[in-house]
């Protein structure tokens, strides 16, 4: 490789015969292709000095994006781990969940059964116990009608000549209710 240094240090030998070149115009025109030479090598050395930042960036760029790689990667997999916890745990609380639905629903039917024994209980004893005072009732009412037949009817009393001082109460006529043929249902 040529530099501006060497363009500037090469010489030229003089022409033995009289047609030579100008030496002025050569040194002149050497000295304007070292300057090209010097500018270029200048400018060829800053764009080194760039392209070495831009390599630079690149390799950063490539290994910030394998490093994002890996934490979408990562990510990628924390977010299924979460969800599969979350579907797990879901799964968990809708099993508990309908288990103690059915538990309670088992206790409330077993609740409701029993009441029902309880209510058709005391419905038969409510009814034998209605039966039981109708039919007392009823025997009641045929001894009080035959009672009522057997005794006579009472007669007034003759009236007194003189009035006493204090009158005697009248003792009380039981009511008499119109003769049937005995039988009289109770209701309640």
Do not use: H, W
Not at 38 to 44: F, L, M, P
Not at 65 to 92: G, H, M, P, T, V
Not at 109 to 136: N, P
């Amino acid at each position: 490789m040529i530099t501006a240094q060497d363009v500037r240090e090469k010489t030229f030998e003089k022409s033995k015969f009289g047609g030579g070149y100008d030496m002025a115009q050569v040194d002149e025109f050497l000295e304007e292709i070292a300057d090209e030479l010097t500018n270029a090598q200048k400018e060829s050395a800053v764009l080194r000095s760039k392209m070495k930042v831009l390599v630079e960036k690149i390799e950063e760029y490539r290994s910030n994006e394998s490093a994002l790689n890996q934490s979408i990667l990562s990510a990628q997999k924390l977010a299924q781990q979460i969800e599969a916890e979350a579907r797990q745990k879901a799964d968990e609380l809708i099993s508990d969940a309908q288990r103690t639905a059915d538990e309670t629903i088992g206790s409330i039917t077993a609740k409701k059964e029993f009441e029902e024994q309880r209510l058709a209980a005391a419905e038969a004893a409510s009814a034998k116990f209605l039966d039981g005072i109708r039919a007392m009732c009823n025997a009641q009412l045929k001894n009080i009608d035959n009672i009522s037949l057997r005794t006579p009817a009472p007669q007034k009393p003759a009236e007194p000549e003189e009035e006493p001082e204090e009158p005697e109460e009248a003792p009380e006529e039981p009511e008499t209710e119109p003769e049937d043929d005995g039988t009289r249902p109770f209701t309640l």
